[in-house]
């Protein structure tokens, strides 16, 4: 997924004058972590950073086609917001669900903090004896469709001239522009 993805980015960056050589172990992508992931998304950190990278990843895949220039062969991916439910068994975790939870209220997530008695009212079947209280969004938090956001980033990379060999990478010469394979 990731050779992929840069590839297909700098394909599409007008400024990008070079060529793209996407270097893949295995072709097949059997033994890859792409094919064997939940593809899965959260908002649900405590740095800034990371709650804005992943905002952005909701916005790639909920508006996927748009990216691709609206592209009539291009399907439609959005992701399937069941949410994450992070628990704190303690009073200090709670507290730092708490602390998370603003910072990412600041950034628009959509993140709610939850006493026990709040999860058992909208969680009946959850047993929550031993729970202090929880971290809970349902707004672009799930899973979706990775497989074929990389099977069209590959495409579309290799539409506009990415090349793709299978071996390994050895060794990377910044200065003279070199891989070694």
């Known amino acids: ?107 628009g997530a959509g993140t709610q903090h939850m006493t026990a008695a709040q999860i058992k009212v909208d969680y009946p079947f959850y047993m929550v004896d031993d729970i202090v209280a929880g971290n809970h969004n349902r707004i672009n938090e799930g899973y979706f469709d990775g497989g074929t956001i990389f099977d069209w980033c590959k495409r579309v990379a290799r539409e506009k001239s990415a090349e793709y060999i299978e071996n390994e990478v050895i060794a990377i010469d910044i200065k003279n522009k070199h891989v070694t394979v």
Request: proline content about 3%; hydrophobic content about 35%.
């Open 1 to 107: 997924m990731y050779g992929s993805s840069v590839a297909w980015w700098l394909s599409r960056n007008s400024d990008f004058g070079g060529s793209i050589l996407v270097v893949e172990r295995d072709m097949s992508f059997e033994f890859t972590s792409t094919s064997h992931t939940n593809s899965c998304i959260r908002q649900q950190f405590s740095n800034p950073t990371n709650i804005q990278i992943s905002q952005f990843g909701a916005e790639f895949i909920n508006n996927f086609q748009s990216f691709f220039d609206n592209d009539p062969r291009v399907p439609e991916i959005h992701i399937q917001s069941f949410g994450y439910m992070y628990l704190a068994d303690t009073s200090e975790f709670a507290v730092t669900l708490k602390d998370s939870q603003a910072i990412q209220a600041k950034l």
